[in-house]
């Protein structure tokens, strides 16, 4: 019961790894749980279903820059990039907890484990993820009337991963979010969205990921899109490396699902990488 009376008085966003050095793709010492679906904490964008070790910290910063459709102009997007600050910390093995700030928002958040994948047992690994987020980008001298209450985002998922193979992992996330302002009017404050992401490890220490969440109930005629984003993930030892090209420059979990700008089909992309060093 403790897991779940968590959840719900701190709504719970984070790259990790439960041992950077030797157990990446390892099967844990209690052989009927299966580790290491993925590498990080979040497979892109997307939160993945993995959770730091009990009293780990780490330290993440991420990064995207400006979409690379602006040429030579905008430097192929060097010149417009938002950075993103974040301290995750594992409160118990089954309990992770953040906070970060970026130029777009405040993002605190956790995840709870509700379930583990086993080897010969319970199929599905199964997380419940939340957060609350403050919305940097609502400034009084843009929207005179804004308050406090209305610059906050609430984000509740529950995150349903399988590790296939020692290849292969991919994951599903039914999410709820509710913005208590939203930049088009006709668009409804509660939102439904569903992500999709995997994982294929090509070599020893690299994997290629993948994600995309599909927004359900977006207002017609909405200049937002459904997010995808692609990257790969470099573990070097002391840390691990994510580079990545995304159709969001929005890193927090409301910016990329409900607010993403980019269109690949017209090469408007985001480069971005994401680095991690635990302590």
Known sequence: MKKYLLLFLFPVSLFAQDDLL???????????????????LKIVNLESTKLAAKGDLYFIVAHRFGSIKDGFEGFYGLDNANTQIKFVYGLTKWFTVSGARSELAYDFSGKVLIKSQERDGFPLAIVAFGSLVLNNTLK??????????????????ILISKKFSDNLSLELAPTFFHENFVLDDNQENSQLAVGLGGRYKFAKRWSLNIDYASHLNRANNSPFKNPLSIGVDIETGG?????????????????????????????????????????
């Open 22 to 40: 030797n157990e990446i793709d390892a099967v844990s010492t209690e052989k009927s749980k299966v580790e290491s679906a993925f590498k990080g």
């Open 239 to 279: 840390h691990v490396f994510q580079m990545h090209f995304s159709s969001s420059q929005g890193i927090h979990e409301a910016g990329f699902l409900g607010n993403s700008t980019g269109d690949w089909t017209k090469g408007d992309v985001f480069f971005g990488f994401n680095l991690l060093r635990v302590f």
């Open 140 to 157: 009084e001298s843009l929207y005179p009337k804004m308050t406090f209450e209305n610059r906050l985002i609430y984000v509740s998922q």
